[in-house]
């Protein structure tokens, strides 16, 4: 066991989670006889939504090499945003005898009774980046400052039509928000409209579809939502929304997109639309934010589709996630230094720092970085960037 934890440790993943308010969690001393010591090489179950969105991919990649690395075994699987897949799954992993499960959920309140069964068969559960909601069986959350992602897709608008310098506009804008079954999209949004918010109250901001006025509150998010975070239902939105501007007239400013998939989706409506005065590469076309600084966002943003990304290094999340389970596999302390609520209690959490990524840099939001960066902490390769 020794040998391991040293390994993991000389590979940089000291948890080193310290700030006020820090809560330590002793996890139960797992060798007594109800539960018996943990080997090397345990089952770690990772269950994550889809395997179509890079985001995932990269995520279950990143989990598997690091777990593996460190002498465990990884069952990964996706779910293909299927809850009844992702539910059988786990009840699978269960009967498997997976000692940790790793889950990020397709749909936050519909895994209630798998990972209750789970906790009963003294499993523990890690909700990652997703926190699962409305039961009292998870032990950890690990994910990003959510609010804080929201916050710099709405200051970069902000920035780009000069709002905070006085420019009166009106401004034309279309705001989504994630998926209406996935927490996170609710907390985005919140972070963002806290921002817009007073532009839509003095008028400043508009939206033509009328999808949002002055009047919208963030409680409201899911009625902007986009199902499964999907590429091709932002695209069936986003024509919907078309069809209330005209042809070489109606101007659309800035696109609040929480996601590059959602990004995506706007930005093949926008290309594939008749009207003549956002063509591509043109003046009019416009502000659009996302997430995750995928490889075909970042190739978007390079191309000048997208303006901006949050990227969120999910390697750092990944391994993280590998210290906390060996932690537990160990019957080491686990640190965390917050929390969040999922209507049953307070789950002790971690939540790392993410960074905006523009083609250059330029941004007030705070902290943006040019694409560049991301190349050069090996996220991605400025080849991989040419391919689409
Ligand atoms: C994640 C985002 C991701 C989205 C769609 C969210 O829960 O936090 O990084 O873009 O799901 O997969």
Redesign the pocket.
Known sequence: MKKIWSLVASVGLVLGITGCGATTQPTPNISNSANPAPEAGDLVFVSL?NEE?E??TRDGAELRRVITEAGYKVDLSFAENKIDRQNTEIENAITKGAKIMVIAAKNGTSLVSSVDKARAAGIKVIAY??LIMDTSAVDYYLSFKLETIGQAQAQYIIDKLGLAKGEKGPFNVELFS?SSD?N??KFYFRGAWELLQPYFANGTLVSPSNRVNENFSAEQWQSISIDS?KLENAQKEMEIRLSKYDEGRTALHAVLSP???ISQGVINALRDSSFSQWKPGSEQWPWITG??ATNYALYNINQNLQGQTVW?DTRELANKTAEVCIQILEGETVSTDSSMNNNVLDVPSVFLDSVPITKTGESDAPGTQPVQFVIDSGFTTAEQLKQY
């Open positions: 939504p969105d985001r995932w980046d997703r994630g996935d996170n999209a975070w996601s590059d998939a997430q995750d969120k």
